[in-house]
């Protein structure tokens, strides 16, 4: 081919490239040819078949273009249709604008809501019936249980309501609760919206829950029993309150209002409000009077003159200054007003006896819970508490089986405690609530005595010291600024952290205390469960004798923690609240904290096996039939408190006793009774203790406590004692003079102390090497002036000579006590070995004083 014709194929082909290029521009479906045709006629209908769809694409647009927003025919932007009728995704839009509801859809939905709103607010206020005077009196009882939801326990606040007509009710009554309650009572249409608002705001906020009610609202909340405290309940209580205003005279609201609200001391209404507190007619009330009734209408009970005067008085003076704001008494009116006096509240039959307790620690834990008293007492609620009747009963029989003997001011408080749950089974707390408010388990405190030497024992597990760690158990013993002393100043040579849990031995775990320090003892007591603000808990150095003063079911709590492997929960008593439609008010939710490591709580309950396995507490070997108990007796200075505090894999029980004076100030040693004595732990407590839980465990299976394990931080291992046994001291152990632990001479001989034959065999036990609780009256100066528990004179045989230290028992400990002064300056040996746990003035925050006698 020539020159000339290849070039005019070249051209004619690159007309053609060129033509499908730009019909390739105007539609993607038709591609490109990759070379010139051959054939003229095929080549031309290409080109027109390539413009032909170009053009027909130009005069279309599809779906997707739409959606894309292509160009028209000059290039401008085309308004993209909407694809559904709320055009939403929003058509023609990128992500993310076209998520973005468009105006008219967000008008149209709050026209929506708010026709919804009105149309629904339409339908409650003609479905709302304004209810009679009378059916506020409906479900105002509240009911309490036992944990079986069926056996009822009591009732809270049984109706007890006189009406009065709207011209009986006094002026001054009136005048003073709407200054108080509601300055606009006689203006609002039944709500304050300020008040509303103002309320809501303060919820946001997180402040004190409030509801912004009128006195019309308030007057509601009565009928509605406390139930609606949402605010959609709110909202129902607010169309109430505008119906009742449109409906009645503000006279007859005010009056109706008067007649229901509760005024504490289990009054409803004026009228018997008048009888609770002045024991007069209503309408014999004078100004001040009247004004202290109103006073305490927001915490009838927190306020009642006779539980708080100090805030009653200021309540009071409260009202009265809003009466002279409003013009309703003049301030020189104001300024003759004294403060009224009150007649002593009767309590309800339905609080006397034993079961009074019970019922006030339910109302408390539901007060802490965020109840209020006057909910509680008008809610109409079935509460459902924790308390085991089975073992409510046994604990209740256990303390009328005391000796008849026992003095009239002798007390005693138990708990028992599931420590898998942390629920209360049952509790004693006094004789009658009617006759002593106050509850002797969870209020009355005692001095603890050798049952904190626990924490001591189990800072030392966690500190690396192991059961077989070896400490100095002679006696006395002296450290910088203090000298101990053990139950009759007893010998024991160096003994294991086991030996001297078993014994409580003072000395031994003083020693202990000043080596791992005494605040690691105070910390544990406080991870465990013991309030930080326990009386007398300090990091002294003689905290480990027990100089802190818990209540019984604080003991009971701390030691479910090591019953439950570590895991401390909180004690509770409250299982459920029911309103009366049947919706829950209240679930209890255990909240639980591992305390302490599990082996930890393992070998710390190996060792508390021993007090009664072989030590003070051993009479429970035949009380409870072979059943593993782990548990530590106690006995304070001068035996003013004697505890034992034990447990099963299944229940925990803390049984503390303790004798008031007179006036109920001070404490006094407790005067033995039923033959013993000495007032131990290892003797009454015990047998309660024994009683309670031997019965509580019929039929439960035997579990059996898991052995002693090896900790990884076992690394102070101390030195074991020398083989050779130490020289008897001189000094024989006293005959026994007294009653051991046990009730009787001759339970005592068995148990508690060996016989005299039993004596001069060669039985060298640990218990005989113990002192026993009968040598705590023979040898000591002064019977309970120290801190060596009673519980260790159990442990001791009678007449058996108590053993020399040998030469390494001189080990001091680096620690020194945090004070260095004692109670009377200089420790003498009349503080030693009274009481198990030490003297109680012994004991005092500034002095570790000389404490002398074990413990248990």
């Known amino acids: 081919m020539s020159d000339s014709r290849r070039d005019g194929a070249r051209r004619a082909a690159g007309v053609r490239r060129t033509s499908s290029a730009k019909s390739a521009g105007r539609s993607s479906r038709t591609p490109a040819p990759k070379s010139a045709s051959r054939t003229p006629k095929k080549s031309g209908a290409a080109t027109a078949g390539a413009s032909a769809s170009a053009s027909k694409g130009a005069s279309r647009t599809s779906v997707n273009s739409r959606h894309a927003g292509s160009t028209g025919k000059r290039g401008g932007a085309q308004k993209v249709a909407a694809t559904n009728f709320l055009n939403y995704p929003r058509a023609g839009r990128k992500n993310p604008w076209r998520w973005i509801p468009s105006l008219r859809m967000i008008v149209g939905a709050m026209a929506l809501m708010v026709l919804a709103g009105l149309g629904f607010a339409v339908w409650l206020y003609n479905d709302t019936a304004v209810p009679e005077p009378s059916d506020f009196a409906l479900a105002q009882t509240s009911r309490v249980y036992y944990a079986d939801g069926e056996t009822e326990m009591g009732t809270f606040s049984e109706i007890n309501r006189t009406e009065l007509e709207s011209d009986e009710i006094p002026q ?16 609002n249409r039944g709500v304050s919206p300020r008040g509303i608002v103002r309320a809501l705001v303060n919820n946001l906020q997180g402040g004190a829950r409030q509801g912004g009610s009128t006195i019309t609202m308030q007057y509601v909340e009565r009928y509605y029993t406390g139930t609606e405290t949402s605010y959609v309940g709110k909202a129902k209580e607010a169309i109430m309150a505008l119906k009742i205003d449109q409906e009645l005279e503000k006279d007859e609201i005010l009056s109706r209002y008067l007649n229901t609200i509760y005024f504490g001391r289990g009054a409803y209404g004026v009228q018997e409000a008048s009888q609770a507190y002045f024991g007069k007619d209503a309408a014999d009330m004078n100004d001040a009077e009247a004004a202290l009734l109103v006073a305490v209408i927001p915490g009838p009970s927190s306020y009642d003159p006779a539980n708080n005067e100090e805030k009653a008085v200021e309540l009071w003076g409260r009202v009265i200054s809003r009466e002279v704001n409003v013009g309703e008494m003049s301030p020189e009116d104001a300024d003759a007003l004294e403060f009224p006096e009150t007649i002593e509240p009767k ?3 339905s609080l006397g006896g034993t079961k009074g307790y019970l019922l006030d620690q339910v109302r408390n834990e539901l007060v802490d819970e965020g109840f209020t ?14 308390i085991d009747t089975g073992i409510q009963d046994n604990t209740i029989e256990a303390i009328k089986n005391l000796p008849e003997d026992r003095p009239e001011n002798n007390h005693v408080g138990t708990v028992t405690i599931d420590p898998s749950s942390g629920a209360i089974r049952a509790l004693y707390g006094g004789e009658d609530f009617v006759a002593q408010p106050r509850n002797d388990a969870t209020q009355s405190r005692m001095q603890a005595g050798s049952i904190f030497k626990t924490f001591t024992l189990i800072a030392a597990l966690e500190d690396g010291y192991p059961l077989d760690s070896y400490w100095d158990g002679n006696s006395p013993k002296s450290f910088p600024g203090w000298t101990v002393n053990n139950f009759n100043n007893t010998d024991y040579g160096r003994v294991s952290l086991r030996k001297a849990t078993e014994s409580s031995i003072n000395t031994a775990y ?17 991870t465990l469960g013991l309030p930080e603000k326990t009386p007398g ?14 209540t019984v079911a604080e003991m009971g709590e701390v030691y479910a923690t090591i019953a439950a492997d570590g895991v401390h929960r909180d004690s509770f008593i409250v ?12 679930e209890h939710k ?11 709580a393992i070998n710390a309950t190996v060792a508390l096996q021993g007090p009664p396995t072989t030590g003070s507490a051993r009479s429970l070997q035949n009380a409870m039939g072979g059943r593993p108990v782990a548990g530590k007796t106690g006995t304070s200075e001068k035996f003013r408190s004697a505890w034992f505090v034990g447990f099963t894999p299944q229940l925990v029980t803390a049984v503390g006793m303790f004798q008031p004076s007179e006036d109920g100030t001070t404490e006094e040693s407790l005067t033995p009774f039923g033959g013993v004595t000495s007032m131990t732990g290892g003797s009454y407590p015990t047998t309660i203790w024994g009683d309670i839980m031997s019965k509580s465990l019929e039929g439960q299976e035997m579990l059996q406590f898991p052995g002693e394990v090896p900790l990884d931080n076992e690394t102070r291992e101390r030195s074991a004692p020398s083989p050779e046994p130490p020289a008897p001291k001189t000094t024989q152990a006293p005959a026994p003079e007294e009653p051991s632990e046990e ?4 339970e005592t001989t068995e148990e508690e102390e060996p016989s005299e034959e039993e004596s001069t065999e060669e039985e060298e036990s640990t218990e005989e090497e113990e002192p026993s609780e009968e040598e705590t009256t023979t040898e000591e100066e002064e019977p309970a002036e120290d801190e060596g528990s009673s519980d260790e004179k159990e442990e001791e045989p009678s007449k058996k000579p108590s053993t020399a230290p040998s030469d390494n028992t001189s080990t001091q400990p680096a620690d020194k006590p945090t004070k260095d002064e004692t109670t009377d300056g200089e420790p003498s040996e009349e503080t030693e070995g009274d009481s198990e746990d030490g003297d109680n003035e012994a004991l005092a925050p500034n002095a570790p004083a000389a404490r002398t006698t074990p413990e248990p």
């Open 590 to 600: 255990s909240e639980e904290k591992q305390a302490m490591d599990k082996n930890v």
């Open 172 to 187: 001054n009554v009136k005048d003073a609760v709407v200054a108080s309650e509601d300055s606009t009572f006689y203006e």
């Open 373 to 386: 008293e006057d909910e509680i007492n008008t809610g109409g609620f079935t509460i459902v508490s924790t």
């Open 510 to 526: 003083s020693e202990l205390n000043l080596e791992i320090g005494p605040e690691r003892t105070r910390d544990t007591a406080v």
């Open 347 to 349: 309590s309800e039959n």
């Open 743 to 746: 009730p009787s001479e001759e």
């Open 537 to 550: 808990l300090s990091d002294d150095a003689s905290n480990v004798l027990g100089s802190a003063s818990p």
């Open 575 to 586: 299982e459920s609240v029911t309103r009366p439609d049947g919706s829950s008010r209240y």
